[in-house]
């Protein structure tokens, strides 16, 4: 994605910090008994973000899904994943006919100076029929979080249990429904945002 903070980002620490004095204000209007004062402070408070929540969902309904190929990397802040490979797996530990996939991904830390992670990061399959399947735990070695030196890469094997009808598998990097993310205008993983996925190989 972006390197740094981005003007969506920039826009809403603004807001927030906006926001917080705002507040403030209303706790002094009141203790002051200016109640007109502190109800129109409130009124405006309410306003604006109603605004910015309609511009985000806006956004957000009106954004297409972005389709990554496998090998094109994907950034996010100083780090980039990349799907490498996909391998169909022996099935013991599939029990009514699934399949078990192992992704390979590369994660790279394009920082010049500091070891970087993102903690928050994980990777879930979502069929044609909007089916998902998250990764088994404990089975991919390196984890996609893994905290990676200056200018490193490391391969990280997340492995899924997808059922048997499955098709046009996607590989969907999320940090779930978090904040700031989930508010911030045009981000993956802001309110109603089509995820960017990786297709895979049939």
Same mark, same amino acid.
């Given at each position: ?5 981005? *003007?969506?980002? @920039? ?6 910090? *906006? ?8 706790? !002094?209007?009141?203790?002051? +008994?200016?109640?007109?004062? #502190? ?19 806006? !956004?957000? @309904? ?9 090998? /094109?990397?994907? +950034? ?8 490498? /490979?996909?391998? #169909? ?14 992704? =390979? ?9 500091? +070891?970087?992670?993102?903690?928050? !990061? ?23 979080? #893994?905290?990676?030196?200056? /200018?490193? =890469? !490391?391969? =990280? ?24 993310? @989930? ?6 993983? =802001? ?12």
């Amino acid at each position: 994605m972006r390197l740094g903070i981005g *003007w969506a980002e @920039l826009l809403l620490l603004l807001l927030v910090g *906006w926001t917080v004095i705002g507040i403030l204000g209303v706790i !002094v209007s009141y203790r002051r +008994r200016e109640y007109t004062a #502190a109800r129109r402070n409130l009124i405006w408070i309410a306003g604006v973000w109603l605004i910015y929540i309609g511009i985000l969902l806006t !956004v957000s @309904l009106t954004a297409r899904p972005v389709l990554v190929p496998p090998g /094109q990397e994907q +950034r996010i802040g100083d780090l980039s994943f990349t799907v490498v /490979q996909t391998e #169909a797996q022996p099935g013991f530990l599939a029990s009514h006919g699934e399949r078990i996939l192992r992704i =390979s991904i590369q994660i790279s830390n394009h920082s010049q100076g500091s +070891r970087e992670r993102d903690r928050w !990061v994980r990777a879930y399959l979502q069929d044609s029929q909007n089916r998902r399947w998250d990764q088994i735990p404990g089975l991919q070695g390196i984890p996609l979080s #893994a905290n990676i030196a200056p /200018q490193g =890469s !490391v391969l =990280s094997q997340p492995v899924f249990k997808v059922a048997a009808d499955a098709t046009d598998l996607r590989l969907v990097l999320t940090h779930g429904p978090r904040l700031p993310n @989930l508010l911030v205008v045009g981000d993956r993983d =802001s309110l109603l945002h089509p995820p960017v996925s990786v297709p895979l190989p049939q």
